[in-house]
T-cell receptor
Framework: KQEVTQIPAALSVPEGENLVLNCSFT??????LQWFRQDPGKGLTSLLL?????REQTSGRLNASLDKSSGRSTLYIAASQPGDSATYLC???????????FGAGTRLFVKA | DARVTQTPRHKVTEMGQEVTMRCQPI?????VFWYRQTMMQGLELLAY????????DSGMPKDRFSAEMPDATLATLKIQPSEPRDSAVYFC??????????FGQGTRLTVV
């Protein structure tokens, strides 16, 4: 049974700092991995999708890496801003391509 | 602007009542997911469909929950009878096979 863990559970950083969020999964037979952002009381916004054959994806100040063999992914946020404050969720889709399991999320607070 | 639409956004009901939540997936998407989010459990997958057929609903309490797709533009999640422990935010997501999932804004259900 796939389990997804995110560390740290919460993070508070000053504005401008570069930071790394971690995601680990127990079953390396995945189809893809997706990072989401969730603002309080809102839905989930997709940030980056990495297919199992890929090593990383970049969008603006965000970079996500995937090491399938070790069961790890990281989300790197460069030059953090107060607007980045949100919960970041990692989701793993199984090798069949359908079932998606979420981590508990990392709650990020960027101080101005 | 394509988006997943969920109705209602908020629902307060009394224990024992039937609750129906609706989801309109993005046009052309052939996979639909239902998730439940609580503080304690995080995001849990309840059910998912491909081409309107249910592929897995093992995450759903079968005695009171049911999920259907009467047509390609509508997915429903029904709880009968509802209980206070069902209070949560219910999310619907849609996508194409093996690609990123797009989430709706959720239905916040409170059972009193």
């Amino acid at each position: 049974k796939q389990e997804v863990t995110q560390i740290p559970a919460a993070l508070s950083v000053p504005e401008g700092e570069n930071l790394v969020l971690n995601c680990s999964f127990t079953d390396s037979a995945i189809y893809n991995l997706q990072w989401f952002r969730q603002d309080p009381g809102k839905g989930l916004t997709s940030l980056l999708l990495i297919q199992s054959s890929q090593r990383e994806q970049t969008s603006g100040r965000l970079n996500a890496s995937l090491d399938k063999s070790s069961g790890r992914s990281t989300l790197y946020i460069a030059a953090s801003q107060p607007g980045d404050s949100a919960t970041y969720l990692c989701a793993v889709r199984d090798s069949g391509g359908f079932k998606t399991i979420f981590g508990a999320g990392t709650r990020l607070f960027v101080k101005a | 602007d394509a988006r997943v639409t969920q109705t209602p956004r908020h629902k307060v009901t009394e224990m024992g009542q039937e609750v129906t939540m609706r989801c309109q997936p993005i046009l052309g998407h052939n996979t639909v997911f239902w998730y439940r989010q609580t503080m304690m459990q995080g995001l849990e997958l309840l059910a998912y469909f491909r081409n309107r057929a249910p592929l897995d609903d093992s995450g759903m309490p079968k005695d009171r929950f049911s999920a259907e797709m009467p047509d390609a533009t509508l997915a429903t999640l029904k709880i009968q009878p509802s209980e206070p422990r069902d209070s949560a935010v219910y999310f619907c997501a849609s996508g194409l096979e093996h690609t990123e999932a797009f989430f709706g804004q959720g239905t916040r259900l409170t059972v009193v």
